[in-house]
């Protein structure tokens, strides 16, 4: 069959056939060509007043499905916005609460009337409840300071070995509420008249991590110091100005006492100055020059009823035993101004003759 069409290799393009009205036609259109197109009109809303604002009718059928008919409300909801002055006030307010809840102290007053000299006692580091205690040594000194009303004491911390973890633990051999109830007991048969006050050690410290406090039954009795405690200690109205605390900052091991010393030089004021936690027993006096003259300070570094124990024992640390042990003194004239450092309760009961 062949194929219609311009001649291979033919030149002459095939010629375009226009259609429409014949060339030379005088048959012209009447009037304007109007075209008509069938547009289907969109039904909707427009939400304001410009055209992008739109919206077709499915448009707001779907906003309305999703929507749902859910109405939530908060009619007695509000945000206080509280003033600095509410603020301080509220907080001022616990503050002082606190203080009266934790009766707390830092200074106190202690008068005394005694017809003898007074012999005040650094009852410090006793560890009861740890196996290296000299429970005998400990029992033989609290009697001897409840029969005698020459001899008064202070609490100079750690009266608990309180510890709450484990290796330490295993040195222990009563569990913090037997140590507390120990502590407790002792104090009571000691008696609170022949306790002037305490202060809290870094061992008690530890239990309160556990929620436990030794010491709030305790200062019910007699004024307990967390930190440094200033005591005016009125003897037959002689006032001897005294501070206690468990830790004083400095250590020496060439003196003992490097730690209450240091403490008197940056604190003016204080006859004696006691400090405990290094277990190492130490008494001194030094005549300190003041701007009203020349004074007499005592210092003491108490001692322990706790020969050592596991970490004391790797630390290079001596066990103790015999003078070692027990509390050191310092005794107070009832007439004047006068105080004499004293070593053991041995030595105590020896000169005043009881």
């Known amino acids: 069959m062949k194929k219609l069409g311009r001649p291979k290799g033919s030149k002459n393009k095939p010629k375009e056939i226009k259609r429409g009205r014949p060339k030379g036609s005088k048959n ?7 075209k008509i197109s069938h547009v289907k009109m969109k039904e909707g809303l427009y939400t304001s007043g410009s055209e992008d604002s739109f919206k077709s009718r499915e448009q707001i059928q779907t906003e309305a499905l999703y929507r749902g008919n859910v109405s939530v409300e908060y009619p007695d909801r509000h945000i206080a916005e509280l003033s600095f002055e509410q603020l301080h006030e509220e907080m001022t307010r616990r ?56 001899m008064k004491v202070l609490l100079g911390g750690d009266m608990a070995d309180a510890f709450c973890w484990n290796p330490a633990q295993f040195g222990d051999i009563a569990n913090l509420d037997e140590q507390n109830l120990y502590l407790r007991r002792m104090l009571e048969y000691m ?76 604190n003016e004021g204080y006859d004696f100055v006691m400090s405990a936690h290094t277990h190492k027993g130490s008494e001194q006096s030094q ?37 070692g042990l027990g509390t050191n003194w310092i005794l107070f004239n009832h007439k004047k101004k006068m105080m004499i450092p004293l070593s053991s309760t041995a030595e105590v009961i020896e000169i005043m003759g009881m």
């Open 287 to 323: 005549i300190k020059d003041t701007a009203k003259g020349s004074k007499k300070v005592v210092f003491l570094s108490g001692k322990t009823f706790k020969a050592g124990d596991d970490f004391l024992d790797t630390q290079g640390n001596k066990r103790l035993d015999g003078d």
């Open 95 to 150: 503050s002082e609460l606190r203080q009266k809840a934790e009766a707390r102290e830092y200074n106190t007053t202690i008068e005394i009337q005694t017809d003898r000299p007074l012999a005040v006692g650094w009852f410090a580091d006793v560890h009861s409840g740890s196996s290296e205690v000299d429970y005998e040594r400990l029992k033989w000194e609290v009697d001897e300071i409840k029969r005698n009303p020459y």
């Open 28 to 34: 012209k259109p009447k009037g304007p060509v109007v």
């Open 191 to 266: 008696g609170y008249e022949n306790i002037l006050g305490a202060v809290v050690g870094n061992h008690e410290k530890w239990t309160r991590r556990t929620g436990l406090d030794m010491y709030t039954e305790i200062r019910k009795n007699i004024p307990v110091f967390d930190g440094v405690g200033t005591v005016d200690l009125v003897i037959n109205g002689i006032t001897y100005t005294g501070a206690i605390m468990h830790k004083a900052k400095g250590y020496s091991y060439f003196n003992p006492n490097h730690p209450q010393k240091r403490f008197a030089m940056e």
